[in-house]
């Protein structure tokens, strides 16, 4: 019988370990909302409701706002999926007017997140980011897997080493209002870093260079930061 190798942590500290690798950590951005909860329970602890209700509303909220490690390709000229969730489409698109792009339709992953995914969501490719927009919403729309021009969005411009460019956009439906996007330009992403988040039900559209041919199919499962979307040239 092969034996577990020896990693030099005692019982305790092996619980903890185990713990730490099991358990994913909690973006900051979720850490109000958790503690919401636990204020609710806390403050209604002689009530069995208010106290259920509290702690089953900060569970929730820790499991939609976990920030679980992942691993990305280490091949040079991949695109990783930025976010996890379904893909929705793989189509045609002109990028977000806001970047002051040409309108020449580029190729476009769609990821659509249910509030069961993640939502943190990570750089598709290293590079330096040359633009960050956000649009505020309108009227807002309840159907992400066909987002109007009505959504709340924040797109990001990246250019990899090589000069190539790809766009990642967070769209905001009907739920979520609240964008957080942490990068800036002039900032330098690697591959699979986390830059931002939606809260609370999202869509995340990627716009390869002209060109490039996904190798992702709608309904495939994405998992940010390891999922290849595409391959650059």
């Known amino acids: 019988m092969a034996r577990r ?15 730490r690798s099991t358990v994913p950590p909690v973006h900051p951005a ?3 909302f958790i503690s919401a909860g636990l ?6 602890r002689r009530s069995r409701w208010l106290r259920r209700t509290g702690l089953l509303a900060a569970g929730a909220c820790a499991g939609f706002f976990r920030h679980p490690r992942r691993v990305p390709p280490d091949r040079p000229g991949v695109v990783v ?8 489409a793989v189509d045609t698109a002109a990028p977000p007017a806001e970047l002051g792009l ?21 750089s598709p490719v290293s590079g330096e980011v040359l633009a960050v927009q956000h649009r505020p919403g309108r009227f807002g729309s309840a159907d992400l897997a066909a987002a109007s021009d009505d959504n709340e969005r924040t797109s990001m411009r990246i250019r990899t080493d090589d000069g190539t460019e790809v766009i990642a956009v967070q769209i905001a439906g009907l739920l979520a209002r ?9 900032d330098k992403l690697s591959i699979g870093d986390t830059y931002g988040l ?5 869509r995340l559209d990627t716009y ?5 041919v996904p190798l992702v199919a709608v309904g495939q499962r994405a998992v940010a930061g390891e999922t290849v979307l595409a391959e650059l040239r």
């Open 198 to 202: 939606i809260r609370f039900g999202s």
């Open 208 to 212: 390869l260079p002209a060109g490039t």
């Open 178 to 186: 609240r964008i957080v996007c942490d990068a800036h330009v002039g």
């Open 102 to 122: 040409a309108d020449t339709p580029l190729p476009r992953v769609s990821i659509f997140l249910s509030l069961l995914d993640a939502h943190v969501q990570r």
């Open 39 to 44: 204020v609710l329970a806390v403050a209604g």
């Open 81 to 88: 999926a930025p976010a996890d969730g379904l893909v929705c």
């Open 5 to 19: 190798p020896s990693d030099g942590l005692t019982g305790p500290q092996r619980l903890v370990a185990l713990l």
């Open 30 to 32: 979720g850490l109000p």
